[in-house]
């Protein structure tokens, strides 16, 4: 028992419960001191709000701790390896945040006058240059809020393309192996979603696409593909199937959610993309925050850089200045977009200059081929093909010789100190496990996660256990997702209904 | 997975039972098992109209959501208010308790239609 | 390698004889040569890797360029405040910072709790029963609204009315997130008194019988318009939706949801984050409960674990884009998880009492501000409107009082013709918030500014 508990890093220790911070609260206790009002008080004439709002009423260390024991029940990459599939759980530079948190980068007003912005202005200037070298494009929007406003931004480009040379137009391709996202983000900009199954090798095949345009020709307004794709695979057909689709005017959209594993090594712009978005959480570096805030910057071909968001930044005369364009598809964010992560990203790509962007996109295969190597000797790899930073394997094989299932191995995986892979995504694979280490795990510990990987195996083949009841070393035991979702309690005051 | 004798199904695992001219209908046990627990159900209300083959409502589960599709045509007498505040008799009683609608029939397309054999070797075939 | 890569030399080579590869480029070889032969970065004068000491220095330097002011006032949408330290050390904390979306809820309570805490904190600001996780920002929580009313409708190609009193931003995103599938907002004027031209707003939903109609509280001029008999005015087949820009207008303003609004959207990054030079914000959505299915974005809700304790999830999935797909209620994936504790934190440490203090300081503030400046000439645009911290002035000669300003470090506010397309009668108009940080002296140099030159 000893031996095997060897590989198991999770143990039980001072947990401290919590009750919500209404609960701590102490009618007539107060907290934090505004200023000074230096000026006489007065009361709105009318619309009076008759009831004060019911916020807690603490103090400082009441607020300090409720929070701190908050934090201390989530994982983190500050906690331990994260190889959530597609999200591209790095560590999250610390130097980022500081400058990020510097008042002239922080107290800064979007409408204040240009000529006191140079330094925010010259941020988004640079930002979206850098962008569209490492994407081989010619012009990029660093507006987007997040990924999916970015899928959203670069059809609503695509769509004021195809209007302004009089076509309209009625779909999307989406191959099986996209983003989840981007049949939402097709609704959202107007277009039907087309989807083209991949082939047995886990790549689009170009007859799959040439059939489909010779089906919808001139109805096809793009053809949105993730590249490389959610089986950690390269289109490796990218270049030809870009060929076809344009063939009809349709534009070559590329979903550049997995930037980290080719930037430096290969460019959008080379594959025959005409729009990307990037991620700036995922390959940048910024931090995901407990799901936001993110960023998803746009690069285009020359061809679409009339339709951008407006204001777009201009550097002339060595001054920044914000212009309009008239064609712009308007705006798709409040502001500049979420320019405090512009700063962290432009933080992170100048510690790595030009190779040591490179080196990421290297040691992140190099990890995820060297995991996949080793796992694919207990669990049942999705497709024997060349893995860039992520790959998939199944439950097939825990299920049919202990009727586990995904769920429990990575519940199970909890218990061993891990964070679990991406689960039942991509769809083409059932039981999927989406595995991606990252660059910044080092053998090591990609070694311990195996041997938990392998202890979980062994249990399951000896029979000794069906995890049916993981985790168990976690604050909470399984969470009753059923009961939240049939009786939603949504705010504490849904609690006495 | 219990397939009754006596309904008629559909492709898309609704179940159907005829008395007299009133149809009740709901969805089949290999429906729940597949969805796992059932958190929501959207029904239309007494006095619209079904249109068979279309679809006339939702089913949840936690991570899962799939459209209800008519097995016949008609107006809907009587739906089945209880369930829709327990939405978990879906998975405990499909067949009975969890009856969702009572239609006026005015149409039944039989041939779109499987009788119990048929749909227990449908559920079979399609390597379910 | 880079500090963030802890592969070593002897590593690599490890790996590549576990893997039987001679060199890491054949990892690369299914990308197409031609592809993989011009990849090469040319990031000009910045392909070296800075060290730590040598970032510090570039964004001291960029910060610098920045920092010419030394008082404003500015407002619009974005508005600044006093940031207590402990929300900005506690959002620092790793297990906030880079920890995921909570899909795994065993090991995400912290996030989900905070989540929960803050869906209530907005039920009660707002008056309204349910809150979603958060949104982007005001701005594209108001499209999402809009998107909504379509959706609940079932008229995809509904249409929707927007006040010409709504930030610009906000318009112009709504604009954005429905024109590629339904018709563009149709815009609702505004009265001689900057607030929402009624007749016409009578005319238009006769016309057009829209699936909603927005408005603001308080609007782009600061006035906070009286709806109390709005919703009354309306059909029951169209939503209304209250657009609120700066949430902290609640704590002493009857709660829109308790006049009847459908939907409650807007911004709160002013309670307890920085301006950030327009983004990361965090905006807000909540609205009725037999809408909440209906809802864009992520859900908390309270549930018990195997173990009978209670404990948090994110709930209603089936909403959402990865479950849903192209009938998805929106493809919003994140909120704006951290933006949004930093609110809950810092409206936890605000407290019921202090909430209302700070509306009460941005109300007086802006008070004492309107009436000294009335005296010496300058009145408000709209005078006879109720307004909340910041409203529009005329004033004389206003190009040259604005620059002198400047030039001083004030920036006085925003003038409102090019923000208002050109409109001439906005040539004069000027755009002026007050914030906590204001001290008396501020506002006295802003008034001696704007009275002369």
Redesign the interface.
Known sequence: MAEKDYHSHATTGLILREDTIFERSSSGREGYRLPNLEVPEVSPKSLRRSHPAELPEVGELDVVRHFTRLSSWNYSIDTGMFPLGSCTMKYNPRINEEVAALPGLSDIHPDAPAEVSQGALEIIYQMERLLCEIAGLDACTTQPAAGAVGEFTGLALVHAFHKHHGSRRKYVLVPDTAHGTNPASCTLAGYETITLPSSKTGVLGVDTVREAVEKYGRDIAAIMITNPNTLGLFETNILEISEVVHSVGAQVYMDGANMNAIVGMAKPGHMGVDVMHFNLHKTFSTPHGGGGPGAGPVAVREHLAPYLPNPRVVHTDSKYSVEYLPESIGKVKGAFGNFGMLVRALCYIRHHGAEGLRAIARASVLNANYLKHQLSKRFKLSHDAPSFHEFVVSDALQAKVGGVKTLQIAKALMDRGFHPPTIYFPLVVPGAMLIEPTETESLQDLDRFIAAMNDIADRIESGEETFADAPTKTIVGKVDEALAARRPVLSLDDRAL | MSVLDGLRYTKEHEWLRLENDTAVIGITDFAQQSL?????VELPSAGSNLIQGETFGVV??????SDLYAPCSGEILEMNQALIDS??WLNEDPYAKAWMLKVKVSEIKEGELLSPEDYQKFVEESGH | MSSFIPLTTEEEKRILSTLGATSTDDLFSSIPPKIRESAKLNLGDMSRALSEHELREYFGSLASKNAGLRCHFLGGGTYDNTIPAIVNQLVLRGEFLTCYTPYQPEISQGTLQAIFEFQTMICRITGMDVANASMYDGATATAEAALMALRLKRQPKGKTLIAGNLPPDYKQVTNAYLSCHAPTPIEIASASDGTLDRNHLVELVKEHNPCSVIVAVPNYFGIVDDFSSLRAELPDSCLLIVAVPDLSALSIFEPAGKLGADVVVGEAHQLGTPMLFGGPHVGFFATRRDFARQMPGRLVGESQDARGQRAYTLTMATREQHIRREKATSNICTNQGLIALRTTIYLSFLGKTGFERLGLMNHSLFEYLRKELEGVGIPLKFKNSLHYREGVFEVPNLKARFDALLKRGVAAGIPLQPKMGGDETFAQSLLVCVHPKHKKRDLDTLIEGLSHG
Do not use: Q, Y
């Open positions: 796992g627990d059932i958190t929501f949840e589960s936690v991570k899962a959501v939405p978990e």
